[in-house]
């Protein structure tokens, strides 16, 4: 029983130092995850607006209305102090960022109102859906040249 108790108080520090960093780790995570789920949506509009994929309507409108769900969104649990890159492994976030959130939030506004276009902007065919790739690319590209290392 003593052995039992020595080695629980033993890894009390290591399991307390772990859980330290768990909001922030879950945090990033979630940043990576929902940068993740707009690229793995915005993937298959830009191959069917080059045409390397066959236009489909509904797999376009599929694609866009997963956009429009995650325009709306509220990313400002992903971005807690202390996850930027060079504070916390594995972040591309620019220390910036912290220092500027409301206008991660405006160009988060931004990805939303060309999001929720998306769905019926898709539709018509491979150049519908080529100026909407163009309109959500351009809410991404203002907010990672800012705000991500390259």
Known sequence: MRLI??????VTPVLALAQDNSVEQDALKARQGYMAAISANMGPLAAMAKGD?????????FHANNLAALGNYEVEM??????AQ??????NALAKTWENLDDVRAKHDD???????????VKGGPAQVG???QSLGGTCKACHDNYRAK
Do not use: I, M, R
């Open 5 to 10: 108790l020595a080695a629980a108080f033993a």
């Open 53 to 61: 994929v066959e236009y489909d309507e509904a797999q376009a409108v």
């Open 78 to 83: 992903h971005f807690l102090p202390g996850t």
């Open 86 to 91: 060079g504070e916390f492994e594995g972040s």
């Open 111 to 121: 990805f939303k109102v060309a999001a929720a276009a998306a769905p019926e902007g």
């Open 131 to 133: 100026a909407v790739v």
